[in-house]
């Protein structure tokens, strides 16, 4: 069972952690039209282990606190406003710390990179993050190469990506690189995503 905890708090962008919720759920969704047990185990992880409110008012009820999960095969930070207070808890730096070594892949949506690099996680690795967001990320004198106009991106086994929508991509390329390539492709059908916008982004 694969072991995937996202990180949630007050002012978190909803799609920044739904979108790869909805992903990596997906998976165990198409193992069971095949007949195929569960491979995932997904959990919202807050602080305390309480109710959050998202940046547009979305009320979600973590599943556990952070002095629950010791290990994680997969640890998802999301971005949005609520990151720039996040990253002054000395507790939730400490917690991305120490669970870092243990996964497998550590991953961002958005200014969740910030919160990677305030944990020491990004020193010279390429990174991506919201494009609204890169002048920020070098004001607070965080570490990392951003990369600009990519909508994900890995360096080693830090895997992040840019805002918001960019966090299904990264989350379904995971699925690639944990089960194979097709299988993403059969999670993908399965949501029915084929992006098609009726207007093109020029960022």
């Given at each position: 069972m694969i072991d995937i905890g996202i990180l949630i708090f007050d002012d978190v962008e909803e799609l920044d952690f739904v979108g790869p919720w909805e992903v990596w759920n997906m998976v165990n969704t198409v193992l069971r039209t095949r007949n195929e047990n569960a491979a995932v185990r997904a959990r919202l992880i807050s602080e305390n282990g309480e109710q959050i409110r998202a940046i547009k008012g979305m009320r979600v009820l973590a599943d556990t606190a952070i002095s629950d999960v010791k290990a994680l095969d997969v640890l998802c930070i999301p971005g949005g406003q609520g990151v720039r207070p996040l990253i002054q808890k000395p507790q939730i730096i400490t917690w991305v710390k120490d669970i870092a070594p243990t996964c497998k892949w550590v991953t961002s949506v958005c200014t969740g990179a910030f919160v990677l690099s305030k944990a020491g996680l990004t020193k010279d690795k390429r990174l991506a993050t919201h494009w609204a967001a890169f002048d920020e990320f070098r004001n607070l004198g965080l570490d990392g190469i951003l990369v600009p106009h990519i909508r994900y991106v890995r360096d080693g086994n830090i895997l992040t990506s840019a805002g918001v929508s960019a966090?299904?991509?990264?989350?379904?390329?995971?699925?690639?690189?944990?089960?194979?390539?097709?299988?993403?492709?059969?999670?993908?059908?399965?949501?029915q995503y084929d992006p098609s916008p009726p207007y093109a982004g020029d960022v």
């Open positions: 966090g299904i991509d990264m989350a379904l390329w995971l699925v690639g690189e944990l089960f194979s390539p097709q299988f993403a492709r059969d999670v993908q059908r399965a949501m």
